[in-house]
Nanobody, 126 residues
Framework: QVQLVESGGGLVQAGGSLRLSCAASGRTFGTSAMGWLRQAPGKERETVAQISWSGGSTYYADSVKGRFTISRDNAKNTVYLQMNSMKPEDTAVYYC???????????????????WGQGTQVTVSS
């Protein structure tokens, strides 16, 4: 079992930055691919970014390419999402998710993730 706890959400003005963190505990974190997903009101949950267990492979949704960066520190069992040049359309609840392991490909479907955090609200004001 893996427990995921997100932090770092909040209110930011358009053009600003936030860094989300996801701390994992439980089984071996280093073999899990990780993802950040978001869900805005009335919309489906969508992948924002994902990263392989080693950190060597990353994927970004087109809407965040060049603005967001996903990274991980396996020694700290933590994955990060650095969000820059934020836009009002980035407003959503952001979720951290992890797989149990297995083959890596991009992007994962939501159903590929085995563990989920509780979510953290990110609001970007115009």
């Amino acid at each position: 079992q893996v427990q995921l706890v997100e932090s770092g959400g909040g209110l930011v003005q358009a053009g600003g930055s936030l860094r989300l963190s996801c701390a994992a505990s439980g089984r071996t974190f280093g073999t899990s691919a990780m993802g950040w997903l978001r869900q805005a009101p009335g919309k489906e949950r969508e992948t924002v970014a994902q990263i392989s267990w080693s950190g060597g492979s990353t994927y970004y949704a087109d809407s965040v390419k060049g603005r967001f960066t996903i990274s991980r520190d396996n020694a700290k069992n933590t994955v990060y999402l650095q969000m820059n040049s934020m836009k009002p359309e980035d407003t959503a609840v952001y979720y951290c998710a992890a797989t149990k392991g297995g083959n890596y490909y991009a992007p994962f479907a939501n159903s590929n993730y085995d563990y989920w955090g509780q979510g953290t609200q990110v609001t970007v004001s115009s």
